[in-house]
């Protein structure tokens, strides 16, 4: 049983057709590498599964259950297991580490103040155990602008792992850094199945989701157009399918929209 089902999929923003009849699964302790260009509704798809907004049309299982997609919304989604990580990095820069671990989910009392000393211990294991911050200089005090890009994006993908996520979703979370940021944010992502944690890893960069992903699903214009295992397909040939796609867009004449990943 897969850990995570969506049937035929569609959503029409007005008159544009972002998903048509999508099927996308994810196993139990499974990093799916989601692919496609600008305007395949990667982004639709995720957004969707998060609860941030609903499908025009089609049905969505988790753990085998039927979930009400009139009442399903991301405070729902974060309670059966499935966490977000977007490209915009939803952090308050300007705030401690421990208090963007658990943005808007505190640890309080019976009187429900807040229980600063677990929130600040349970930050400092999170950053040693979970994310190998080593070094005597970063403490769950430190604001938030003081990190570095991938290790922004490991304090992101960290609160997901401590709420227990059984799927961290990552939208680009590589964008905009530099190859040795990227390399942590990619180790982050092992170490997530290193836990039997399954993760949906979006990115343009094909070299970066093929070093880390079990599987591998195209689309392009709304549709699933490509399915692999790893095995199935080399990092070569998987970026001459999406070159392929491209050149057969321009043939076309075909442009994707502008706002819609």
């Known amino acids: 049983m897969p850990l995570v089902e969506m049937k035929d999929i569609h959503k029409y923003f007005g008159r544009v057709v972002a998903l048509r009849g999508v099927d996308f699964s994810v196993g139990e302790n499974e990093v799916v590498g989601l692919i496609g260009d600008n305007g395949a509704g990667k982004s639709t798809l ?25 009442r399903y919304s991301v405070r729902e989604a974060h309670r059966m297991g499935i966490e977000t990580v977007f490209q915009e990095q939803a952090l ?34 999170m950053m040693r155990e979970m994310l190998g911050f080593r070094g005597g200089g970063v403490s769950p005090d430190a604001s938030v602008r003081t ?12 609160r997901a792992m401590y709420f227990d996520a059984n799927l961290v979703i990552l939208d680009e979370p590589t964008r905009a850094l530099s190859v ?14 290193e836990n ?20 591998f699903v195209i689309l ?42």
Request: glycine share 10%; proline share 3%.
């Open 180 to 193: 040795q940021e990227v390399r942590k944010v990619l180790n982050f992502i092992l170490k997530l199945k």
């Open 46 to 70: 995720i957004k969707i599964l998060s609860g941030v907004f609903p499908p025009t049309k089609g049905e969505i299982f988790i753990k085998g259950q039927k979930i009400d997609l009139h």
């Open 147 to 158: 990190l570095s890009g991938g290790e922004r994006q490991g304090i992101a993908i960290g």
């Open 196 to 215: 039997g944690k399954s993760c949906v890893y979006i990115s343009h960069t094909i070299a970066n989701v093929y070093s880390v992903s079990d599987r």
């Open 92 to 125: 308050g820069v300007k705030q401690a580490i421990w208090r963007n671990l658990f943005l808007g989910r505190e640890p309080v009392n019976r009187l429900g103040f807040l229980k600063l000393d677990t929130a600040w211990n349970e930050t400092h294991r």
């Open 220 to 261: 392009d214009r709304g549709q699933v157009v490509g399915e692999y295992l790893r095995d199935e397909i080399s990092e070569e040939e998987l970026n001459e399918t999406l070159v392929k796609l491209h050149e057969a867009r321009l043939v076309r004449g075909e442009e994707p929209p502008a706002k819609l990943n």
